[in-house]
């Protein structure tokens, strides 16, 4: 009986010592630190098609319209390496019965710059693509660069709370809470431009001169800390 009652005090001291331990700070602050950050996309994406069409009844062949893209790359002084075939297959065109069957191929390249876009467009002007359409820009150091903003939010937040806790006569303590509020990056997506570069899908209204710059893409952190007030 007294071994139990001994086992019972030995319990309940240590878990008192241990709510103890990790009771919160009576005295903290609170406050949240937002940063932003706006870089200019290395990583544009296009999609491009090629399909094989008629003029004046005569086919301009798949091989033909893909000889001459791969040309206007290198005109282009594009890397191949950037260069990945997305999907392939047929069409069925014309309004005849015995409707003729058309190839098609698709695409992705992938640009560094918008002046390595307009450079591109311009030399493959010729080629007679079905079409070429912007799908998305992106950053190669991204990963790092929203870090970045985040330690930046954080350190904000710090300055925040250091002048607020100086401006009634205390000091700041030890961080004892950071949460992370995730924010997502916006402006991957340029809108889905499309440029249509095959003379019977171009509109009449299609402007001939492309933008050689895109939207920056804003990154946005925040964060929500606590700290002991001295």
Not at 102 to 128: C, D, G, P
Not at 198 to 208: D, F, G, L, S, V
């Amino acid at each position: 009986m007294k071994k139990m009652s001994f086992l019972i005090v030995l319990m309940f001291f240590v878990f008192t010592a241990h709510a103890q331990e990790t009771k919160p700070a009576e005295h903290f602050i609170e406050v949240t630190g937002t940063a932003e950050l706006e870089i200019v996309p290395n990583e544009i994406y296009l999609t491009v098609r090629l399909k094989e069409f008629e003029e004046g009844r005569a086919k301009t062949t798949l091989e033909t319209i893909d000889k001459s893209f791969l040309n206007a790359l290198k005109e282009a002084n594009i890397d191949p390496k950037n260069l990945e075939l997305a999907e392939a297959g047929l069409l069925l065109g014309g309004r005849r019965r015995d409707r003729d069957v058309f190839r098609q191929k698709t695409y992705q390249l992938k640009l560094s710059s918008a002046a390595e876009v307009e450079k591109f467009l311009n030399k493959i002007e010729t080629v007679k693509a079905d079409y070429v359409d912007i799908v998305r820009v992106d950053h190669s150091e991204l990963t790092k660069l929203k870090l970045d903003v985040k330690v930046k939010a954080l350190q904000i937040a710090k300055t925040k709370a250091q002048a607020l806790a100086h401006s009634i006569g205390s000091e700041l303590g030890k961080p004892i809470l950071i949460r992370e509020i995730n924010i997502e990056p916006y402006n991957m997506n340029p809108g889905n431009v499309q440029y249509s570069m095959n003379a019977q899908y171009r509109e009449e209204n299609t402007p001939t001169d492309y933008q050689s710059s895109f939207k920056k893409i804003k990154l946005q952190a925040q964060v929500l800390v606590q700290f002991e007030i001295n």
